[in-house]
């Protein structure tokens, strides 16, 4: 580059002298990525650039002007460049934009450690990343009759304020209301969907600027805290009761993210789970449709092994549909599960799915327990989840609130807390965990919520029942009578009461026990392990002490594996010839 027309000019944004001169190729300018800019309008680009020779700052002309006609900023102030050298103790990119809320420098800039700009009010100590810099002057006024009757003025001050469409307190610039004596944020004035439709509730809910007083508090909905009544929230029109905070009713957990207003709403129609075939009220499901079902209110049998085929837990004497002419069974509840709902889980409708295709019946892990399963799954079919494969099982989608469990006193909510840890299982729960809002340190994982309550064991005649904590028997340690190794009373394991035992519920269950155990279309491949000798596993070569084993091959000498795990270890498994496709 030859220099031309060299001038040093101190200017107002800046600490140091900028140099200007024109060079033959246009320069990267720190502010604006000239990268972006449409290729037409790269033409108007002047080719004469600022530089400081200081600190390496490039500027083009049109952004010197842009900087020159915008100041002062917001705050009244002169804001003023500065350099972003990653070497501060006080690291500058932590900070996050006064305007935009959004980080100073990007996360491949920090860890590159790239040199970037930003620019600070000295005097209100406030930080403005480059697009809030390069962006024209936010409007005076915001008229959004569907919002508010008045139209909104811009405060050019930096304030604190509670933000009335929202409730959160913030230090920025807002929009008043002079004649209602409102405040609130832009985003909210402009970006506030009017109605919406959650998933914890059934009707649409719709935005209010002022909540009012009610009949005793107001509870949001979702997390489960106070609304303070003098500031805006979501409410019910047909549930007087019902509200949220505008934070938590437009979480992307919780809202679909589709604006309902001057949309009519309509009743949709979903397909009933069966058809009810006779007078005897003999049914037939959809998701076995070649064989009538009928009710048996008092089945009672004392083989364990007698599965739901849709949430593959025992039926225990429950009131179940069966088969006139198969093994095929239901829960009665199972059988009524609608086609169709919404659920805590997933911000989409999700739909009852058979898993079972072409004759092949697969399974899936449960996005919520992560447990595999085969039994009937509620996915999501929405186009933006396509791919995706969000799937739960019954267990888990049949889940409400409030969820009252057996191991503790007070109800339990999705309050949508992360990073908790769960009190049956003592591990750290990743997903959305069930957390009481009376106790604050509680909380359960969804594969300790859904546990079943009683199970059946070959190690003992009666019914084993779910138990945390030692009880005022127990006078020395625990023993699994499974593993033969310790239990810990501080999680949860199955006892009981009549003989005293403590299990592991991993020694219980395994986890095969949510699979179905026989198929008659392809053949026996998961067996009950009830049998007056345990096979041998072929991958850890012990007996196989779970509830269940899997035999891997129907020739002699026979492979068995005591969990998926071994399975999927056994080197000489087949898997092109396995009844199952698996989820690894």
């Known amino acids: 580059m030859t220099p031309t027309d060299f001038q040093v000019a101190m200017v107002p944004f800046h600490d140091h002298p900028l140099s200007s001169y024109s060079c033959s190729s246009l320069v990267s300018c720190s502010l604006c990525s000239f990268s972006h800019i449409p290729r037409l309008q790269r033409r108007r680009v002047t080719r004469i650039s600022y530089q400081c020779t200081d600190c390496g700052l490039k500027l083009h002309k049109e952004c010197v002007d842009r900087l020159f006609l915008n100041r002062p900023f917001l705050c009244n102030h002169v804001l003023k460049i500065f350099r972003n050298t990653f070497a501060s103790p006080n690291r500058i990119d932590d900070h996050s934009c006064h305007f935009c809320q959004r980080k100073l420098t990007s996360l491949f800039a920090r860890l590159r450690k790239l040199t970037s700009f930003f620019a600070r009010c000295t005097i209100c100590n406030i930080n403005v990343d480059k697009k809030c810099i390069l962006a024209l002057r936010p409007p005076l006024t915001i008229f959004e009759p569907k919002h508010h009757e008045h139209s909104l003025t811009l405060l050019l001050r930096r304030v604190t304020f509670t933000c009335n469409a929202c409730g959160l307190e913030d230090d920025r610039n807002p929009y008043v209301c002079l004649e209602c004596n409102l405040m609130v944020h832009k985003d909210c004035v402009q970006n506030l969907p009017r109605v919406i439709s959650i998933n914890r509730h059934d009707h649409r809910i719709s935005h209010t600027f002022h909540l009012g007083q009610g009949e005793g508090d107001w509870e949001c909905g979702v997390c489960r805290k106070t609304i303070n009544w003098v500031y805006g929230a979501y409410k019910c029109s047909r549930c007087p009761s019902y509200a949220v905070h505008s934070g938590c009713a437009t979480r992307s ?161 999705f309050t949508l807390q992360s990073s ?40 003992d005649d009666h019914f084993l029942s779910l138990c945390q904590g030692s009880s005022v028997y127990d006078t020395g340690d625990l023993w699994c009578d499974i ?22 519920i991993g020694c219980v269950l395994g986890d095969l026990y949510y699979m179905k155990l026989r198929h008659p279309e392809l053949g026996d491949q998961i067996r009950p392990n009830n049998g007056a000798t345990r096979p041998l596993c072929h991958c850890c070569e012990t007996r196989c002490m779970f509830t269940f ?10 492979l068995y594996a005591c969990s998926k795990m071994c399975m999927l270890r056994t080197t000489s498994y087949n898997y092109s010839n396995s009844c199952f496709t698996f989820s690894v």
Not at 484 to 502: A, I, N, R, W
Not at 549 to 558: N, Q, S, V
């Open 253 to 413: 957990e919780v809202w679909d993210g589709l604006e309902l207003e001057d949309v009519p709403e309509e009743e949709e129609e979903i397909e009933d789970p069966f058809k009810i075939i006779n007078e005897k009220g003999d049914i037939v499901h959809f998701s076995h449709e070649k064989h009538v079902l009928r009710l048996d209110e008092n089945y009672v049998t004392d083989d364990a092994n007698m599965r739901c085929w849709c949430c593959i837990l025992a039926i225990n004497g429950d009131p179940c549909y069966r088969c006139v002419e198969c093994d095929f069974l239901l829960h009665q509840t199972c059988a009524n599960l609608p086609r169709k709902k919404r659920h805590l889980l997933h911000n989409h409708k999700l739909t009852l799915t058979s898993r079972q295709i072409d004759g092949e019946i697969f399974h899936e892990y449960c996005r919520a327990c992560l447990i595999d399963t085969d039994g009937l799954v509620y996915e999501c079919h929405h186009e933006d989840c396509k791919g995706y494969n969000i799937r739960y099982d019954v267990r888990c989608s049949s889940v409400s609130e409030p969820f009252h469990h057996d191991l503790h006193q007070h109800p339990l909510y």
């Open 420 to 459: 908790r840890q769960c009190q049956a299982c003592d591990t750290e729960i990743y997903g959305d965990p069930l957390s009481c809002t009376v106790c604050d340190d509680y909380s359960l994982c969804m594969k300790c919520a859904t546990l079943p309550r009683k199970v059946k064991h070959r190690c």
């Open 483 to 504: 593993c033969e190794t310790k239990t810990d009373p501080s999680v949860c394991y199955y006892t009981c009461h009549e003989c005293g035992l403590s299990l592991h």
């Open 549 to 558: 084993f899997m035999r891997a091959t129907e020739e002699e000498p026979a």
